[in-house]
């Protein structure tokens, strides 16, 4: 099947069909079938639109929540005294655990925020 003429909305030999299907027509095909021989006029139609801002906004809104689930994951050292075991203690069994070398607590920030630790960070991340 062969295009002859392709119309866009409002010229010669649309009126009709832009008058009954209104802004939702995108153009009118005049097309050929070689295999039976016949002229056939064919039309696009709009069958649903959605705005593109939508899904920016939800493509931006899934960024910053993985942005903000990947600081939270981030993990960061955490100066403790050598005298305070009670303390060191809790962010062992919260899942820290010591770095030797650098004598600091490793442990996950948002961990370190429920413990109320993030005035111990030392260093930035890890």
Same mark, same amino acid.
């Given at each position: 099947?062969?295009?002859?003429?392709?119309? &866009?909305?409002? *010229? &010669?030999?649309? /009126?009709?069909?832009?008058? $009954?299907?209104?802004?939702?027509?995108?153009? +009118?095909?005049?097309?050929?079938?070689?295999?039976?021989?016949?002229?056939? &006029?064919? +039309? !696009?139609?709009?069958?649903?639109?959605?705005?593109? !801002? /939508? !899904?920016?906004? #939800?493509?931006?809104?899934?960024?910053?929540?993985?942005? =903000?689930?990947?600081?939270?994951? #981030?993990?960061?050292?955490? /100066?403790?005294?050598?005298?305070?075991?009670?303390? *060191?203690?809790?962010? &062992?069994?919260?899942?820290?655990?010591?770095?030797?070398? $650098?004598?600091?607590?490793? @442990?996950?920030?948002?961990? =370190?925020? /429920? @413990?109320?630790?993030?005035? #111990? +960070?030392?260093?930035?991340?890890?």
């Amino acid at each position: 099947m062969r295009t002859l003429r392709t119309l &866009k909305p409002g *010229q &010669k030999g649309t /009126r009709d069909l832009a008058a $009954r299907h209104g802004a939702s027509l995108v153009c +009118v095909r005049y097309r050929y079938d070689e295999d039976t021989r016949e002229h056939l &006029k064919t +039309v !696009e139609l709009v069958v649903r639109r959605r705005s593109r !801002e /939508r !899904e920016l906004e #939800r493509a931006a809104s899934a960024a910053v929540n993985s942005r =903000a689930a990947v600081a939270a994951d #981030r993990r960061v050292a955490l /100066r403790i005294g050598l005298r305070e075991r009670d303390l *060191q203690w809790r962010v &062992k069994s919260a899942g820290g655990r010591w770095d030797p070398v $650098r004598r600091v607590w490793i @442990l996950k920030r948002n961990v =370190a925020e /429920r @413990l109320d630790l993030l005035h #111990r +960070v030392v260093g930035g991340g890890v």
